[in-house]
């Protein structure tokens, strides 16, 4: 059977990732909701493009949501596999006589 092996430096990766990807898309999402889709002028056009402009604004909010939440469960893995380590590090330890 071959060991598992996760390092501290694979979870911080993997959470270096998620945080730049959240952090970049609420940037993305700022900037999408402070589009003025007015200037396109006919009304119809404005309505339609204004509906598609608060879905996508949605779409990029909650994937950013997304990735932090998934950014949360990475750490709670990490905490729990460091805490299997050190249980089984313990339970392997040879008792002092």
Do not use: N
């Not at 390092?7 to 990807?21: C, P």
């Not at 994937?63 to 805490?83: R, W």
């Amino acid at each position: 059977m071959a060991d598992l092996t996760v390092s501290t430096a694979s979870f911080a990766e993997v959470q270096r990732v998620l945080k730049t990807g959240a952090d970049t898309l609420g940037r993305i999402d700022q900037t999408v909701r402070g589009l003025d889709v007015s200037v396109v002028g006919a009304d119809p056009l404005v309505k339609r493009l204004s509906e598609l402009h608060e879905a996508l604004a949605s779409a990029i909010w909650m994937l950013g949501t997304a990735l932090t939440s998934t950014c949360d469960y990475v750490t709670s893995a990490e905490t729990a596999f460091d805490e299997a380590d050190m249980r089984m590090a313990h339970g392997l330890q040879v008792p002092s006589q």
